[in-house]
């Protein structure tokens, strides 16, 4: 093992649901001295029906909001803790902590604030039975007066505040504006919290513990057992997180990224796997010439028809101001000679179609609009398709044999992902298809 090794931890909430669990974190800890930066999220579900603590504070909250009395709900919040904390046998007691949360609630302090307590009991816990110190992130984790994360201060404030610390929990989720309002990040926030600590202290490694040993090449609600992902790009995460793989929120990849700084997403529940490895550059060839499959489904396109439109300068521009206009930004534009789509999430556009069309029509007075709803978009997205011949030939013969009707063609421009727009109820079938050719078959 190289000495000196620095490794960012970042633990989800299933792997921190119970004292057994927070064991097994320990164990992990434990096993490899260079895991000296942790990071938990609040306790997640013990069992498929469970509660995550993070509803229940949200929950909670929304009572303390309301003026209803929300003790009922903050007992059962600290009945969650106090398990832990006996589960462990440990010598701490929240009571004070719990005060001042209580105090807080009734004085309206937010509902970030509230589901930020989730985190930041679990971290004082961890830091307890670890012996680490704890740090607070509302120290050092910025967020501006609009509420959107600050990048640069956070990490001049965190290196700053990290300094000379050897090892420390921190938990996630959250951090706070320059008012010391507190402030989380989107659901999933965790996995950003650790990405930026990484950073601030140019760790080796960003691993992400969770319930799955890493990526899968396509989602196992759809394909059976489907095999896991060894290695991808950070360009190739960023495609598939954006299509819908969920198991790394798809904001952490920004701050390793710029660190390069690889991720190991591994299993608390089977160490011993490899998990997935995303990384900067790899000579490594993806086993598969597709190295994952992702998709969303909720479309809808809106397809303008002009004559000569490509002669007509601004066409294009003047189009996607109608949509700039009504908030809606667009997925996907596939142009023909005289056609333009746009493609966006049908639940955006719905209540705006109207006003939409009829922006389009005085903006561009085209020959004709048609709109189409209800569309899936799935990426097949791999390094390797750009030396390959014969990728978009296999996967569009696999999914005319599946019967599936393909209604857009997109290949980005990093030849990296090849999107595909079929109507949402073939999007298992064509799934399943592509899946099949390249990984079953492998032809
Ligand atoms: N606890 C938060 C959530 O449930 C954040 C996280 O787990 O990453 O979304």
Redo the contacts with the bound molecule.
Sequence with gaps: MVINMKKVVKF??SSLASAEQFEKVGNIIHADEGRRYVVP??PGKRFDKDT?V?DMLYACYAQAEKDHNFMAEMTAIEKRYQEIIDGLGLDLDLTGEFDRIIDNFKRKAGSDYAASR??YLNGIIMANYLGYEFIDPAEAIRFNEAGVFDAELTNILLSKRLEGVERAVIP??YGAMGDGRVKTFS?????ITGSIIAKAVQADVYENWTDVSGFLIADPRIIKDPQGIEMLTYAELRELSYMGATVLHEDAIFPVRKAGIPVNIKNTNAPEDEGTWIVGHTIQKSKYVITGIAGKKGFASVTIEKDMMNSEVGFGRKVLQVFEEYGISFEHIPSGIDTLSVMVHQSEFENKEQNILSGINKAVNPDSIDIQSDLALIAVVGRGMRAQRGTAGRIFSALAHANVNVRMIDQGSSELNIIIGVENEDFEVAIKAIYDIFVETRL
């Design positions: 989800g909430g999220s609040a995550k993070t989730g985190e996630g989720f659901r999933g926030g965790s996995d």
